[in-house]
Every structure is written in C-alpha cells, then in structure tokens.
C-alpha cells in the first residue's frame, strides 16, 4: 500500500514542521503588544527558518520513510511532491500569527506563486545541469524545461497566468484616475493598472508590458498622498530606458550557467564546476548592483513628482508595518537600504529606536538542519 506510506509521509513532514514553526514562534508571541518594529523583528528569523524546515524535514522524512528498493519513478515524484507539500502548507502556521486576516487559500496561492518565480528557472537549470553530466540525451527535456521556464518568468508572461486565473483584476477607477495623471506628469506611458487579492502589501510595474500592479492591502493601508508616492516610484520603472529593461531581463537568467553542467564537467572536470559557480556569482552580483542603481534612479524620480520625500517615508513605513518587515536588515541581501535609514534620509525622524539587526534564523532552521543531518545518519546506518 505504497500511497498509504505517502499519506503518512505528507502528514508527518506536515505535522513536524509545523510544531518546529510554532516552537520558533516563542518569542514573538511574548512581544504581542510592542511596536511593530519589534515584533517584526523577531518574526523575520522565524520566517527564514520556515523556509529551511519547509525543506530540511520534508527531506529528512523521506529519506527515513521511502522504500527506495522497488520503487516506481511516479512513486519517487508523487511521495515527494505530498512530502514538500506538507512542509510548505506547515509554513501556514508563521504565516497566520503574523497575519490572522489572511485566508489559507490566498496564502497557498501567492506561495506558489513566489516558488515558481523564485526558484523555478533555478532549479529547472539545475536539473538541466545535473542530468547532463550523466547523459547528454536524457538531459533534452529538462533544456526545454528550463528556457520555457526562464521565458515565462523573464517575459512578464506570469502576470497575464495571475490574470487568467483571477488572482488580480482591473483596477478601481479611482486608482487608475490616481496612475494616469501621475504617468502624464512623469509623461510616461502605461496600458495596464491591475489590483491584486490581499495576499501582500506591495506593488510591482513591469516596463515590457506598461503595466502597474497594486495589491488591494497596499491601498487600504496607505492614506491617497501616499498611495501617490508608491504609485510614482512604480511608474518610474515604466519611464526606464530600453537598454535597462534588456539588461534586467538578461540579468535575471543569473542561474542559466548551470545548465551548462555537464557539458563544462566533460571539458574540464572540477574546474569546470567551479566556472560554471563563479559566472552565477558574478552574473548575480552584477544582477543586483544594476537593479539597486536603478531603484535608485527611480526613488529621485517619484521625489520630483510627488514634491516630498517624507511622504514616500511614512508610505513606506505604513508597508513595511503591514507586512511585517524588520525597520533594518543585513543591507548585502538588498536592493533599498534599510526602513530606517530611507526615513532617515528622507527627514523623517522615526517614532522608535533604531531596531537591532534580526537574527538569522529562529530555531526552527537549526533544528530542521539538525532532523536533516540525523535522518542522514539514521539512514546511513541502515545500509
Ligand atoms: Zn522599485
């Protein structure tokens, strides 16, 4: 009954993580009611560490749990698709105690969403890579994989899936009035203002297609002078030069080296792994110091056409409230500078102490490492 085994596996990796994410949660529960700067703070770890249980246990279940002598290929996908299922649905649990609004429904489809666009085009290079090293032929499939993938991602392509699927629809008419004057004022051109479900408070512009989206948290949470400043900053990016919208499309196919694996592995054995790691590095770095000017480019642009840098401050302190992000972070990780310092820069002088630096991970991402490694052993043993 080898799908009964596959339930039993889904709900333990499910039932595992989920008491390492409520565990971890310790300390942010006892900050209940301190400013938001603290409590996001403390979430932050618990977040990253969620991330790595919701791999590490679904893992380490696996390989304790999954017969592998007479096993099937379907067998082998299926018990471990049910197996990271339990481990992302587990992250549900980190998720509601920062947010309690939020619906599961729209919780799994933004998540799926952000693992397609994340790390799809990575991992379907890497599979393109890794099987080529074996065989050439057998690594065709996952090639078409991966440029189909990269395509999609790159292109913009996944706005007009969220679309088709509903997950965002046109925007109100008092939002679009609030784009369209401000586009005529950076005298930029935009065909598409979209609205997304609640599901985070952010906004995004993709220049290929002159399209500006807005989640319906981000305008309920801002007051219409701020929601101008985040709209502006948007259509900045809309007003960016042709070469740039190229450069970040070619920058962000930083993980097509590793489909040449195999092949550089053939031609120079180690020193072609290392090659092919190095020019994802480089490609990468260069990657985010392109964006992080252009950000920069933009935030100067969205200060000229709203006439005030303390508005867009206090916007962006609104969303980083709303979505429980930490007032300073590790600046190496990112393309802003930290909350605090962009207020600070822009005048304002904040309602709180500058927070600490939050730590890495919450226990969850130790412990989960710690599961991993002694399923390792366990199964070490076996043999
Ligand atoms: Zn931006």
Redesign the pocket.
Same mark, same amino acid.
């Given at each position: 009954m080898w799908w009964l085994d596959t339930v039993a596996m889904f709900a333990i990796a499910l039932g595992v993580t989920a008491v390492l994410n409520w565990a971890a949660l310790r300390p942010f529960r006892r900050v209940a009611a301190a400013h938001w700067s603290e409590r996001a703070r403390l979430l932050w770890p618990v977040r990253r560490g969620a991330a790595i249980a919701g791999v590490a246990v679904p893992l380490a279940v696996w390989r304790v749990m999954f017969r592998t002598g007479h096993a099937t290929v379907m067998e082998v996908v299926v018990s471990l698709l049910a197996v990271f299922a339990g481990g992302l649905l587990a992250g549900f649990v980190v998720h509601h105690a920062a947010f309690p609004q939020r619906r599961l429904r729209e919780w799994i489809s933004l998540m799926l969403c952000l693992i397609v666009l994340r790390y799809g085009p990575f991992f379907a290079w890497l599979f393109t890579g890794i099987s080529s090293a074996f065989d050439m032929a057998a690594a065709r499939p996952w090639l078409g994989v991966a440029i189909f993938m990269q395509l999609f991602v790159s292109s913009g392509a996944w706005l007009w899936l969220l679309r088709g699927l509903g997950l965002m629809h046109r925007g109100a008419p008092e939002l679009e009035a609030m784009v369209r004057e401000l586009a005529e004022r950076l005298g930029v051109s935009v065909k598409h203002v979209w609205e997304t479900a609640p599901v985070a408070a952010n906004a995004?512009?993709s220049p290929l297609w002159r399209a500006v989206v807005v989640s319906r948290e981000t305008i309920e949470v801002l007051a219409p002078e701020e929601l101008r400043s985040i709209l502006a @900053? %948007?259509l900045? @990016?809309l007003g960016e030069p042709r070469r740039v919208t190229v450069l970040r499309a070619l920058g962000g196919c930083w993980s097509a080296p590793l489909g040449a694996l195999g092949w550089a592995v053939h031609g120079w054995g180690f020193a072609g792994v290392a090659l092919v790691l190095a020019t994802m590095v480089i490609w990468l770095r260069w990657t985010l110091r392109l964006?992080r000017s %252009?950000?920069h480019r933009?935030?100067a642009v969205a200060r000229e056409a709203v006439g005030s840098g303390e508005v867009a401050a206090r916007a962006l302190e609104k969303l980083h409230a709303a979505g429980s992000i930490p007032a300073t972070l590790p600046t190496a990780q990112m393309? @802003?500078p930290s909350l605090f310092d962009r207020m600070l820069a822009a005048g304002v002088t904040p309602d709180f102490e500058r927070p600490a630096v939050p730590k890495r991970w919450g226990v969850n991402g130790w412990a989960s490492l710690a599961v991993w490694v002694a399923a390792n052993l366990m199964n070490f043993r076996h043999h």
């Open positions: 995004v512009a @900053h %948007e900045g @990016h964006s %252009e950000e933009v935030d393309t @802003h």
